[in-house]
């Protein structure tokens, strides 16, 4: 996430285009209690629009469990970044996560 928003930085004072960056969220990361906070204070720290990034969900760290996947994906949702769910489709998903969570994005294997 540092580097990420570091570059973008850079090329915000190059005067380049800002692309959207997806960023693939570890289980260890969501599962990180400060995990919004932690988020927001690099993005500040770079002065980086969250309009940038994309915080992808892995279907596979759906073996956190769905309750804290859930609560995880909707707090960094509320905080206004865009999150998508990677990965769709290579395990046994309960589709009742897609009604818990606005993923923005559907990434189908």
Not at 45 to 73: F, P
Not at 79 to 105: C, E, H, P, Q, R
């Amino acid at each position: 996430m540092e580097e990420v928003c570091r570059q973008l930085e850079c090329w915000k004072r190059a005067g380049l285009f800002l692309p959207v960056v997806s960023l693939n969220f570890s289980r260890l990361t969501l599962l990180e209690r400060d995990i919004v906070s932690s988020v927001e204070s690099i993005v500040s720290r770079y002065d980086v629009a969250k309009e940038h990034l994309e915080i992808e969900i892995t279907e596979s760290v759906a073996d956190v469990g769905k309750n804290i996947l859930c609560q995880t994906a909707r707090d960094l949702y509320d905080a206004g970044y865009a999150i998508s769910l990677d990965d769709f489709g290579t395990k046994y998903t309960n589709l009742s996560m897609l009604a818990d969570v606005d993923f923005g994005v559907l990434k189908l294997i």
